[in-house]
């Protein structure tokens, strides 16, 4: 009967996490759906924007901004995007082994620092050995461009100051509910994109100049690539966290039908044995 009694609370406390990971695929569920519009919309305006800085910077000279002009130098920063919270799968561990696999094989000889954003990323890297430069946490409750502004001035600084070399920006890019990449992308120096071949490049007058448009507009792109690398982020954990919920929800339920299984067995058990013992004590006093 102890055994039966074991069930009984097994179930109840599996039943109770059953409900929890239910709720909170249901507001994963929600939060994506925000966050999924918000990446729709800046995605426009970001390729847009890039569309303009490639025709404006193919027609400027190569020293025209200190963010177009390539070193040699041996050290390189990494704005590392991860989230806040568990319970998301492998949402966290691939954006950090994808940063780390791209470390080794590509910037092994270099001087690593890195930006950390998000709790997990922190607790990750403050147990290795590269230089934390900044960190920034609890910020995806609700993502706002003045966080982009702020990891990208301070990225721009050490690039403008010689402190680092080059600057990448790592993230989760959002694909769909299901589906989501991590990928390390290049920030700064920003690359010079050539046409392709057979495209016309169209000559335009500007007002003011060609240099005078990419100071103003360089650093802008540079804040509105984070920004939108916070969004897609974002939205990737959403629909990451969504996931696990539910696989963790029906994981529950099968678990809830094994025990409930076994509980009956055992209560069947029970009881036969019981009978049993009432038929040979009867037969007994016979």
């Given at each position: 009967?102890?055994?039966?009694?074991d069930l009984k609370r097994r179930i109840r406390s599996v039943r109770n996490t059953m409900q929890l990971t239910k709720a909170m695929k249901m507001v994963s569920a929600a939060k994506l759906?925000?966050?999924q519009e918000r990446i729709m919309n800046a995605r426009p305006y970001a390729h847009q924007t890039l569309a303009v800085l490639r025709s404006v910077a193919l027609r400027a000279e190569e020293d025209a901004h200190p963010l177009l002009q390539a070193r040699v130098g041996k050290k390189?920063?990494?704005?590392?995007i991860a989230g806040d919270k568990g319970l998301c799968g492998a949402f966290n561990s691939h954006i950090i082994r994808t940063a780390e696999e791209y470390v080794r094989e590509n910037l092994e000889s270099h001087e690593i620092s890195i930006t950390t954003v998000g709790k997990k990323s922190l607790q990750y890297f403050e147990r290795r050995d590269w230089e934390i430069k900044q960190s920034l946490v609890d910020i995806f409750r609700n993502v706002q461009f003045s966080h982009a502004e702020e990891i990208a001035t301070a990225a721009i600084e050490r690039f403008l100051s010689g402190e680092v070399d080059s600057v990448y920006v790592a993230y989760n890019e959002f694909k769909s509910a299901i589906q989501a990449s991590p990928i390390v992308h290049p920030l700064l120096p920003i690359q010079r994109i050539e046409p392709a071949e057979g495209d016309i490049a169209e000559d335009y007058i500007y007002e003011p100049s060609a240099d005078a448009l990419?100071?103003?507009?360089?650093?802008?792109y540079v804040r509105h690539l984070i920004f939108q690398a916070l969004l897609e982020?974002?939205?990737?954990?959403?629909a990451a966290r969504m996931t696990a919920m539910d696989s963790a929800t029906n994981n529950a339920s099968e678990l809830i039908d094994s025990l409930t299984l076994t509980m009956n067995r055992?209560?069947?058990?029970?009881i036969t044995t019981e009978i049993i013992e009432v038929v040979s004590g009867a037969?007994?006093?016979s």
């Open positions: 009967m102890a055994k039966t009694q759906r925000r966050a390189a920063h990494i704005i590392l990419l100071k103003a507009l360089l650093p802008h982020s974002a939205g990737a954990e959403h055992v209560r069947q058990a029970s037969e007994a006093l």
